[in-house]
């Protein structure tokens, strides 16, 4: 069965991954800490050609991905990793593992209305900064024009779940990005866009 092609059996999986995690989020950690390692593992050719070798049996192969899971996470490993280790090996997924995690990572947000938000700053924000820009992205994803398009989460009062990042590059300000929207508040945009003005009256 060409599993890469079957979109019916990845939906499955993201089902059965998904009502494994729930809404523990320690749960998803660990669950997360387990693709990204499969996910690093795809680009090692001794590890995927093993992987494929047809004289090794799927329970061999599995056991064996198993042990080099539990060494590498140790108590970071979540239970029944079969769940992701059986249908990678035996329908040879490598390819679908970073929509795989994508989709999990979503449907986990949705079901305990979490909003993911990558924040850029130019320097290290204060405890106290951190806190104001939360406050306010909360205010705006908590607004009836982002409410809108937030699906079945559309009725529900949606948390913030902030990631930190320094770029330098960005001279001062911040970027917020939300999905696919992004709010670009630094000095490097003001620049391009004085630059882009400029040019325009030329």
């Known amino acids: 069965m060409a599993f890469s092609s079957n979109r019916q059996f990845l939906d499955r999986w993201v089902d059965v991954l998904s009502e494994t995690i729930g809404t523990d989020e320690a749960l998803l950690d660990r669950w997360l800490a387990l693709l990204a390692l499969a996910e690093d593992l795809r680009h090692f050719r001794p590890l995927r050609s093993f992987a494929l070798n047809g004289r090794v049996s799927l329970n061999e192969k599995a056991s064996f991905f198993r042990d080099f899971c539990s060494q590498t996470l140790g108590s970071r490993l979540p239970d029944g990793p079969e769940r992701l280790i059986v249908p990678l090996l035996e329908g040879n997924l490598w390819d679908v593992l970073p929509e795989l995690r994508e989709r999990v ?33 909360l205010r ?46 630094s000095l490097s945009a003001r620049i391009r866009e004085l630059r882009r003005q400029l040019l325009k009256t030329a």
């Not at 779940?161 to 330098?168: F, G, H, I, K, L």
């Not at 001279?171 to 508040?185: M, Q």
């Open 105 to 137: 990572v979503a449907g986990f947000d949705r079901r305990t209305g979490q909003v993911r938000v990558e924040i850029l700053s130019a320097a290290p924000l204060s405890t106290d900064d951190k806190s104001r820009v939360v406050e306010t992205v």
């Open 140 to 185: 705006f994803v908590n607004s009836a024009g982002f409410r809108q398009g937030a699906g079945e989460n559309a009725g529900k009062t949606l948390s913030v779940r902030p990631t930190w990042s320094v770029r330098p590059e960005l001279l001062a300000g911040l970027e917020i990005r939300i999905g696919s929207s992004v709010w670009d508040a």
